[in-house]
């Protein structure tokens, strides 16, 4: 059996990318310190400040949000239903679980009951992919309510490996501007609040493990909606590159922060917003409504549509962009 590096007893999990491998303490004990040094070396936040951790009910979110708590910082969580059929609701159930066996506080926003509208509704109405519609809403609320409720910074769980995916994306069509703002914290800019990744030094599988040992439930399936994106894509041909060289997606992620650092925008540009004549959120849109009251209008005044037929849409798109075929009945 092998033996965990820094004690010598039995270990439970392998980090290929530290050529070492841990026993549960110690597993924990690196956790935080790489969670730890993303936040000081990016100044992200302080222990004074009031933090509102985005959760999905996925492991990282929620491997965030108990990590937070362990380390003494003042978190509480946001959870938006985003009404993507038994996802959501298993989803939903996660997170109000764990907050309650923590006594921790939750603000909860539901799409349908308060705005009208869901993610597979919003992708019909609006023709476009639903992590579109959904990435527009999730931004728009997350802003609103950490402004809302005074919060200082709004945290995500975005890890390694999924910042090394979009950071692949931008680099093999080299959108710089996008590059530019892959900086893990963005300042405080023109009415919107400061954001920060925290795990950006974690990868996918150090926080299904942080899950398993501390007995965290989390929602083990992808988002259905997620079927044939693109980011997927990227994300399993870095994992079959890390399986041939152990660490590389380290070095290509935390190798552009460092060497890259000069021309990475830690505040965003907003010029002058303007505030939404709907709303009062900040939006560049002069003399219109934000770009989330334009969705809510087009997606709210559309009949409710079930998440299979949104999803029956995306396979067999997916099929037709690998196989090349497009004459498939589908029932
Ligand atoms: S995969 Fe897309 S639709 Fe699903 S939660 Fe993420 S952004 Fe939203
Ligand atoms: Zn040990
Ligand atoms: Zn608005």
């Known amino acids: 059996m092998s033996k965990c590096r820094a004690c010598g007893e039995p270990a439970v999990i392998d980090l290929a990318r530290h050529n070492a491998n841990f026993c549960a303490d110690h597993f924990i004990r690196l956790c935080l310190r790489q ?5 000081d070396d990016f100044s992200m936040f302080s222990r004074e400040d009031r933090i509102l951790v985005a959760v999905s009910g996925g492991k990282d ?6 990590m937070l708590i362990m380390e003494g910082y003042h978190a509480a969580g946001l959870y938006i239903g985003l009404g993507i059929g038994e996802y959501s609701d298993e989803s939903g159930r996660l997170v109000r679980q764990f907050a309650s066996e923590r006594g921790l506080t939750l603000h909860e926003i539901d799409l349908r009951a308060e705005h009208g509208f869901d993610i597979p509704t919003a992708a019909k109405a609006t023709r ?11 931004r728009h609320l997350f802003d609103s309510a950490a402004r809302e409720h005074g919060y200082d910074v709004l945290v995500t769980g975005h890890n390694l490996d999924d910042e090394a995916a979009v950071l692949f994306g931008n680099t093999l069509r080299w959108d710089v501007e996008y590059l530019r703002r892959q900086a893990p914290v963005l300042a405080a800019s023109g009415g919107f609040g400061r954001k920060a990744k925290p795990l950006v030094r974690l990868t996918e599988r150090e926080m299904a493990a942080w899950c398993v040992i501390r007995g965290i439930d989390y929602v083990v ?15 399993e041909s870095l994992a079959g590159l890390e399986s041939r060289s152990p660490g590389v997606t380290a070095s290509f992620f935390l190798g552009f922060l460092e ?21 009062g ?10 770009a989330f009251c334009r969705l809510v209008s087009t997606a709210a005044a559309h009949e409710p549509v079930p998440v299979r037929l949104v999803l029956d849409r995306r396979r067999r798109k997916a099929f037709d962009e690998q196989w090349g075929t497009t004459t498939m009945e589908t029932t």
Do not use: F
Not at 128 to 138: D, M, T
Not at 221 to 235: Q, T, V
Not at 260 to 275: E, N, Q, R, T
């Open 281 to 290: 959120a900040p939006t560049s849109a002069v003399d219109e409504s934000c």
């Open 61 to 66: 979110s929620l491997a965030l949000w108990d």
């Open 221 to 235: 399936e992808e988002c259905p909606m997620a079927l044939g994106n693109r980011h997927l894509a990227y994300k």
């Open 128 to 138: 476009r992919v639903p992590c579109s519609a959904c990435g527009l809403a999730k």
């Open 35 to 39: 969670m730890t040094r993303a936040i």
């Open 259 to 279: 060497r890259m650092a000069p021309i990475l925008d830690a505040g965003v540009d907003h010029d002058d917003p303007v505030a939404c004549r709907q709303c």
